[in-house]
């Protein structure tokens, strides 16, 4: 396929609505009606959008049950209004952000001086973490030129935190089983090293890096070591209770100073939050900003953004608490059965061979396809799933989503006939074709095709 093929796939799939929406690129001259409003609301969700609904999308909508979505609505409605930045207008959000953290703390294992922060998701959670590893090292260590040893496998939000912060990555090498090699992390390690990173699990194949050994090296190199459990952390303590086999990741371990856990995946609370977890109160206070000189009054905030919606601070409070550790238990339950179950009907289906080890990842490539035309071919069938590259592959993140037979059923029944028809000449519709272009085109030009996707994606015109 051609890059300018290409480009307009991809602008079909980002911009379906171009033209068969009324454009508005400036306000309207009145107000319109509400009910209007509300209309093209509906019409976007009913046109396009409503696939995550019946299980064909990996990850994006941990839970997603009607009545859990009228519930955490509700929450939200009531705190609309609010905004944590003034703790004194509304000292409830207060009580529920440290309450947030109480009960994710009390959850992973973090001891009486275990301390941390909401944000709004995975990426602002480990970009907090880093800033706070590198102010803390410069002021206790002097370090002006940090490191981060982190495995390939990392969220990419460590690059992010790395660019923005002026940190320098490290990636490792993995090693057995698609998970960190202990021995290329303890090499990576040198005097400038911040902190460590491990995930439990990684989201590219779900795979638990071996978190006591690394943070055990860290710990014996006197650096910070981050459990990245955006992914697992909700789900792994569950996984634990249920007698599953899981190894251990979270603050208990004497080595792990920080961890990343999203309340807004398997917690289940709408989009937008997170924790970021320390094992003592000095790293936290790293990440912390505050301004006591500024015309503006006395400033002072926990984390990146200045206003934050107390409405999702309620709504994540509230499912915490809707929830309760039995629904916790028994909602991962439904979860991990469900990973099982599809991960089974991968591994069975003829030509395709599975990635890694994985409680609630269904990662996999293709024998002698092209695993991108396997994706195109899924896409077509409706299923969104996730590329993934060096090595080629692709993922579902097992959710409440697929825990029904008849979703995996389908999904394993329509891999097969994916795999089958691969390699017959398949017109691409999807965006998996990305991945086969990008592996061919130099770095440069692959970063000034996202970007001119980004500018199309964003610009109304
Ligand atoms: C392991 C892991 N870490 C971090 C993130 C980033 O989370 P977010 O997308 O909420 O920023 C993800 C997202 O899928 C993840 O799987």
């Known amino acids: 396929m051609e890059l300018d093929e290409l480009l307009t796939v991809v602008q079909k799939r980002f911009r379906p609505y171009d033209g068969k929406l009324p454009a508005h690129t400036a306000l309207p001259d009145h107000g319109m009606a509400e009910a209007e409003v509300l209309d093209l609301l509906k019409r976007v969700e009913g046109a396009e959008e409503r696939s995550w609904k019946g299980g064909f999308v990996s990850g994006a909508v941990y839970h997603g049950e009607r009545e859990h979505i009228r519930f955490t609505s509700r929450a939200y409605a009531v705190a609309s209004q609010t905004n944590p930045l003034h703790p004194d207008i509304w000292p409830s959000l207060t009580m529920m952000e440290s309450e947030i953290v109480a009960m994710t703390s009390h959850m992973l294992n973090g001891g009486e001086r275990a301390r941390g922060s909401v944000t709004s998701g995975g990426t602002e959670s480990i970009l907090m973490a880093m800033k706070a590893y590198r102010d803390w090292a410069r002021a206790k260590r002097g370090i002006v030129e940090p490191e981060v040893v982190l495995p390939v496998t990392a969220h990419v939000a460590f690059d992010k935190a790395c660019h923005y912060f002026g940190i ?210 899924m896409s077509q069938r409706g299923w969104f799933l996730n590329g993934l590259q060096n090595p080629p592959g692709v993922h579902l993140a097992v959710t409440l989503r697929h825990a029904r037979r008849a979703v995996v059923r389908r999904f394993v029944s329509d891999l097969r006939w994916a795999v089958e028809t691969a390699g017959i000449a398949v017109t691409a519709s999807g965006l998996a074709p990305i991945y086969g272009l990008a592996g061919t085109m130099p770095d440069e030009a692959v970063s000034e095709f996202l970007e001119t996707i980004i500018e199309w994606m964003y610009h109304a015109s």
């Open 168 to 377: 320098r990555a490290r990636p490792v090498p993995l090693g057995e089983h698609l998970a960190a090699d202990v021995e290329a992390v303890k090499q990576a390690i040198t005097p400038n090293t911040i902190a460590v990173v491990g995930s439990a699990p990684c989201f590219p194949y779900g795979v638990v890096d071996p978190i006591r050994e690394m943070s055990e090296v860290a710990k014996d190199r006197k650096v910070g070591f981050h459990t990245d459990a955006c992914l697992g952390g909700f789900i792994l303590p569950w996984a634990k209770k249920l007698g599953r086999r899981v190894p251990d990741f979270d603050l208990a371990l004497p080595g792990v100073t920080s961890i990343s856990v999203d309340t807004h995946k398997y917690g289940y609370a709408p989009k937008g939050t997170s924790v970021v977890l320390y094992s003592d109160p000095e790293i936290l206070h790293h990440q912390y900003y505050v301004a006591k000189r500024w015309p503006g009054g006395i400033y002072f905030s926990p984390t990146m953004a200045g206003s934050r919606p107390g409405g999702l601070v309620a709504a994540a409070w509230a499912t915490l608490l809707a929830i309760g550790q039995d629904g916790y238990l028994a909602l991962a339950k439904r979860v991990l059965d469900a990973a099982d179950e599809v991960r089974k009907g991968v591994a069975g289906v003829p030509g395709v061979r599975t990635m890694g080890e994985s409680a609630i990842v269904a990662a996999f490539t293709t024998e002698d396809r092209d695993i991108y035309q396997v994706m195109e071919l």
